[in-house]
Protein backbone atom coordinates (compact mmCIF):
# COMPACT_ATOMS: atom_id res chain seq x y z
CA UNK A 1 0.00 0.00 0.00
CA UNK A 2 1.35 3.70 -1.08
CA UNK A 3 0.49 6.33 1.88
CA UNK A 4 0.50 9.95 1.79
CA UNK A 5 0.12 11.89 4.46
CA UNK A 6 -1.31 14.80 3.81
CA UNK A 7 -0.96 18.11 6.36
CA UNK A 8 -4.86 18.69 6.41
CA UNK A 9 -7.86 17.54 4.48
CA UNK A 10 -7.48 20.45 1.89
CA UNK A 11 -4.32 18.94 0.81
CA UNK A 12 -5.64 15.71 1.49
CA UNK A 13 -8.73 16.39 -1.09
CA UNK A 14 -6.26 17.96 -3.66
CA UNK A 15 -3.94 15.19 -3.34
CA UNK A 16 -7.06 12.55 -3.87
CA UNK A 17 -8.09 14.90 -6.93
CA UNK A 18 -4.43 14.24 -8.55
CA UNK A 19 -5.00 10.80 -8.34
CA UNK A 20 -8.66 10.99 -9.66
CA UNK A 21 -7.59 13.53 -12.60
CA UNK A 22 -4.84 10.79 -13.33
CA UNK A 23 -7.20 8.15 -14.14
CA UNK A 24 -9.34 10.21 -15.97
CA UNK A 25 -6.36 12.11 -18.08
CA UNK A 26 -5.33 8.22 -18.78
CA UNK A 27 -8.61 7.32 -19.89
CA UNK A 28 -11.57 9.84 -20.50
CA UNK A 29 -13.98 6.84 -20.39
CA UNK A 30 -12.92 5.16 -17.27
CA UNK A 31 -14.75 3.57 -14.93
CA UNK A 32 -14.83 5.31 -10.94
CA UNK A 33 -16.19 3.58 -8.11
CA UNK A 34 -17.43 6.57 -5.75
CA UNK A 35 -18.39 6.60 -1.92
CA UNK A 36 -20.14 8.61 0.35
CA UNK A 37 -19.70 9.67 3.69
CA UNK A 38 -18.09 13.17 4.48
CA UNK A 39 -14.41 12.09 3.53
CA UNK A 40 -14.69 12.41 -0.27
CA UNK A 41 -16.78 15.91 -0.06
CA UNK A 42 -13.53 18.11 -0.71
CA UNK A 43 -12.43 15.72 -4.10
CA UNK A 44 -15.97 15.66 -4.98
CA UNK A 45 -15.39 19.61 -5.04
CA UNK A 46 -12.09 19.33 -6.72
CA UNK A 47 -13.22 17.75 -9.43
CA UNK A 48 -16.16 19.58 -9.74
CA UNK A 49 -14.29 22.72 -10.06
CA UNK A 50 -11.59 21.25 -11.93
CA UNK A 51 -15.16 20.60 -14.71
CA UNK A 52 -16.05 24.57 -13.98
CA UNK A 53 -12.17 25.88 -14.80
CA UNK A 54 -10.56 23.55 -17.25
CA UNK A 55 -13.89 21.83 -18.94
CA UNK A 56 -12.78 18.56 -18.49
CA UNK A 57 -15.45 16.34 -19.79
CA UNK A 58 -17.27 13.22 -18.08
CA UNK A 59 -19.33 12.78 -20.89
CA UNK A 60 -18.10 9.12 -21.15
CA UNK A 61 -17.42 8.16 -17.58
CA UNK A 62 -19.22 5.81 -15.53
CA UNK A 63 -19.69 5.36 -12.16
CA UNK A 64 -20.80 2.72 -9.55
CA UNK A 65 -21.05 3.96 -5.99
CA UNK A 66 -20.52 1.35 -3.68
CA UNK A 67 -23.70 1.18 -0.92
CA UNK A 68 -27.37 2.57 -0.75
CA UNK A 69 -29.82 2.30 2.37
CA UNK A 70 -32.48 0.03 2.07
CA UNK A 71 -35.80 1.61 1.68
CA UNK A 72 -34.38 5.40 0.82
CA UNK A 73 -35.56 6.49 -3.16
CA UNK A 74 -33.57 8.18 -5.22
CA UNK A 75 -35.46 11.23 -4.07
CA UNK A 76 -34.69 11.09 -0.68
CA UNK A 77 -32.67 13.90 0.96
CA UNK A 78 -30.52 11.06 2.92
CA UNK A 79 -30.37 8.79 0.20
CA UNK A 80 -26.54 7.55 -1.31
CA UNK A 81 -28.13 8.53 -4.86
CA UNK A 82 -29.10 11.88 -3.69
CA UNK A 83 -25.89 12.75 -1.93
CA UNK A 84 -23.64 11.82 -5.50
CA UNK A 85 -26.35 14.26 -7.23
CA UNK A 86 -25.63 17.28 -4.92
CA UNK A 87 -22.19 17.01 -4.02
CA UNK A 88 -21.02 16.07 -7.61
CA UNK A 89 -23.59 14.35 -10.35
CA UNK A 90 -25.08 17.98 -10.73
CA UNK A 91 -22.03 19.63 -11.29
CA UNK A 92 -19.99 18.14 -13.85
CA UNK A 93 -21.49 16.51 -16.96
CA UNK A 94 -21.90 13.29 -16.59
CA UNK A 95 -24.29 11.11 -18.06
CA UNK A 96 -26.72 10.08 -15.50
CA UNK A 97 -27.70 7.13 -17.01
CA UNK A 98 -24.01 6.02 -16.47
CA UNK A 99 -24.36 6.35 -12.85
CA UNK A 100 -25.25 2.73 -11.05
CA UNK A 101 -26.21 2.45 -7.29
CA UNK A 102 -28.21 -0.30 -5.91
CA UNK A 103 -31.49 0.66 -5.83
CA UNK A 104 -32.88 1.12 -2.28
CA UNK A 105 -36.75 0.45 -3.24
CA UNK A 106 -35.68 -2.67 -4.93
CA UNK A 107 -38.55 -5.32 -4.24
CA UNK A 108 -36.37 -8.39 -3.71
CA UNK A 109 -33.41 -7.33 -2.34
CA UNK A 110 -31.36 -10.68 -3.49
CA UNK A 111 -32.13 -10.10 -7.00
CA UNK A 112 -30.99 -6.31 -6.64
CA UNK A 113 -27.55 -7.75 -5.26
CA UNK A 114 -27.39 -10.28 -8.48
CA UNK A 115 -28.16 -7.52 -10.60
CA UNK A 116 -25.85 -5.28 -9.62
CA UNK A 117 -22.88 -8.08 -8.95
CA UNK A 118 -23.50 -8.60 -12.97
CA UNK A 119 -22.86 -5.30 -13.83
CA UNK A 120 -19.98 -4.81 -11.75
CA UNK A 121 -18.71 -8.10 -13.56
CA UNK A 122 -19.06 -6.83 -17.14
CA UNK A 123 -17.93 -3.00 -16.30
CA UNK A 124 -14.43 -3.30 -14.36
CA UNK A 125 -13.53 -0.35 -12.79
CA UNK A 126 -10.44 2.12 -13.17
CA UNK A 127 -10.40 3.44 -9.84
CA UNK A 128 -12.60 2.33 -6.70
CA UNK A 129 -13.04 5.49 -4.33
CA UNK A 130 -13.45 4.58 -0.29
CA UNK A 131 -13.49 6.34 3.11
CA UNK A 132 -13.36 3.88 6.25
CA UNK A 133 -15.43 3.51 9.10
CA UNK A 134 -13.95 4.09 12.98
CA UNK A 135 -14.53 0.34 12.93
CA UNK A 136 -12.72 -0.31 10.19
CA UNK A 137 -15.14 -1.01 7.57
CA UNK A 138 -15.56 -0.18 4.15
CA UNK A 139 -18.63 0.67 2.12
CA UNK A 140 -21.29 -0.66 4.76
CA UNK A 141 -19.03 -3.94 4.84
CA UNK A 142 -19.22 -4.19 9.14
CA UNK A 143 -16.32 -6.16 11.14
CA UNK A 144 -16.81 -9.82 10.56
CA UNK A 145 -18.13 -9.96 7.03
CA UNK A 146 -16.02 -12.48 5.10
CA UNK A 147 -13.80 -11.16 2.45
CA UNK A 148 -15.15 -13.06 -0.44
CA UNK A 149 -18.71 -11.64 0.43
CA UNK A 150 -19.84 -9.67 -2.63
CA UNK A 151 -23.14 -7.65 -2.83
CA UNK A 152 -25.28 -8.19 0.02
CA UNK A 153 -27.51 -6.29 2.21
CA UNK A 154 -26.34 -5.60 5.54
CA UNK A 155 -28.07 -5.34 9.09
CA UNK A 156 -25.79 -1.45 10.46
CA UNK A 157 -24.03 -1.39 13.97
CA UNK A 158 -25.24 0.25 16.18
CA UNK A 159 -21.87 2.34 15.58
CA UNK A 160 -22.78 3.12 12.53
CA UNK A 161 -26.42 3.78 13.01
CA UNK A 162 -24.91 6.50 15.63
CA UNK A 163 -22.10 7.45 13.32
CA UNK A 164 -24.42 8.21 10.06
CA UNK A 165 -27.05 9.92 12.65
CA UNK A 166 -25.17 13.05 12.13
CA UNK A 167 -26.94 13.38 9.05
CA UNK A 168 -30.50 12.68 9.98
CA UNK A 169 -32.34 15.13 11.97
CA UNK A 170 -33.06 11.71 14.64
CA UNK A 171 -31.42 8.82 15.27
CA UNK A 172 -34.61 7.02 14.81
CA UNK A 173 -34.61 8.24 11.20
CA UNK A 174 -31.48 6.43 10.20
CA UNK A 175 -32.36 3.04 7.79
CA UNK A 176 -30.99 -0.30 9.89
CA UNK A 177 -30.29 -1.61 6.51
CA UNK A 178 -28.33 -0.94 3.34
CA UNK A 179 -27.22 -2.72 -0.02
CA UNK A 180 -23.48 -2.64 -0.10
CA UNK A 181 -20.66 -3.70 -2.72
CA UNK A 182 -18.69 -6.37 -0.50
CA UNK A 183 -15.18 -7.03 -0.24
CA UNK A 184 -14.64 -8.95 -3.20
CA UNK A 185 -16.11 -6.29 -5.27
CA UNK A 186 -14.31 -3.40 -3.87
CA UNK A 187 -11.29 -5.78 -4.21
CA UNK A 188 -11.82 -6.36 -8.10
CA UNK A 189 -11.04 -2.82 -9.11
CA UNK A 190 -7.69 -2.12 -10.69
CA UNK A 191 -6.72 0.99 -8.51
CA UNK A 192 -7.70 2.20 -5.13
CA UNK A 193 -7.84 5.03 -3.13
CA UNK A 194 -8.69 5.47 0.49
CA UNK A 195 -9.37 8.71 2.29
CA UNK A 196 -8.81 8.90 6.02
CA UNK A 197 -9.33 12.28 7.92
CA UNK A 198 -9.49 13.00 11.60
CA UNK A 199 -8.45 11.53 14.74
CA UNK A 200 -11.44 9.14 15.35
CA UNK A 201 -9.90 7.41 12.29
CA UNK A 202 -6.53 7.09 13.42
CA UNK A 203 -6.79 3.09 14.78
CA UNK A 204 -8.89 2.09 12.31
CA UNK A 205 -6.04 3.49 9.86
CA UNK A 206 -3.57 2.00 12.19
CA UNK A 207 -5.48 -1.55 12.09
CA UNK A 208 -5.66 -1.24 8.11
CA UNK A 209 -1.81 -0.46 7.50
CA UNK A 210 0.25 -1.81 9.72
CA UNK A 211 -2.07 -4.93 11.64
CA UNK A 212 -2.98 -8.37 10.42
CA UNK A 213 -5.53 -9.13 7.99
CA UNK A 214 -8.66 -9.98 9.81
CA UNK A 215 -12.01 -9.91 8.55
CA UNK A 216 -12.51 -8.05 12.35
CA UNK A 217 -11.09 -5.20 10.20
CA UNK A 218 -12.63 -5.11 6.73
CA UNK A 219 -10.56 -2.42 5.11
CA UNK A 220 -6.90 -4.82 6.17
CA UNK A 221 -7.93 -6.39 3.53
CA UNK A 222 -6.70 -3.56 1.09
CA UNK A 223 -3.00 -4.70 2.19
CA UNK A 224 -3.69 -7.40 -0.57
CA UNK A 225 -4.40 -4.81 -2.99
CA UNK A 226 -1.69 -4.76 -5.89
CA UNK A 227 -2.78 -1.22 -6.37
CA UNK A 228 -3.87 0.93 -3.25
CA UNK A 229 -3.10 4.22 -2.29
CA UNK A 230 -4.22 5.65 1.24
CA UNK A 231 -3.49 9.33 1.36
CA UNK A 232 -4.51 10.15 5.21
CA UNK A 233 -4.34 13.72 6.94
CA UNK A 234 -2.05 14.17 9.96
CA UNK A 235 -4.92 13.08 13.04
CA UNK A 236 -5.73 10.29 10.73
CA UNK A 237 -2.20 8.83 10.42
CA UNK A 238 -0.84 10.00 13.73
CA UNK A 239 -0.43 6.00 14.96
CA UNK A 240 1.60 5.58 11.52
C1 LIG B 1 -20.40 5.28 5.96
C2 LIG B 1 -20.22 4.83 4.52
C3 LIG B 1 -18.79 4.52 4.21
C4 LIG B 1 -17.90 5.64 4.70
C5 LIG B 1 -17.98 5.75 6.19
C6 LIG B 1 -17.13 6.88 6.76
O1 LIG B 1 -20.75 4.27 6.83
N1 LIG B 1 -21.06 3.72 4.14
O2 LIG B 1 -18.65 4.29 2.82
O3 LIG B 1 -16.58 5.40 4.31
O4 LIG B 1 -19.33 5.99 6.55
O5 LIG B 1 -17.79 8.09 6.60
P1 LIG B 1 -17.13 9.51 6.78
O6 LIG B 1 -16.34 9.76 5.55
O7 LIG B 1 -18.30 10.46 6.87
O8 LIG B 1 -16.32 9.45 8.01
Redesign the pocket.
Known amino acids: MKIIIAKDYEELSQKAFEVMAAVLDQNPNAVLGL??????VGLYEKMAEDHRKTGRSYKGVSAFN??EYVGLSADNDQSYRYFMRKNLFDKIDIDLNKTEIENGLAPVAEEECLRYNALLAKTPRDIQL????ANG????NEPGTPFDTETHVVDLTQN?IE??ARFFKDISEVPRRAFTMGPKNIMDARRILILASGANKADAVYGMVKGTVTEDLPASILQRHPDCVLIADKEAAARL
Open positions: ATGSTPLDLGIGHIAFTMN
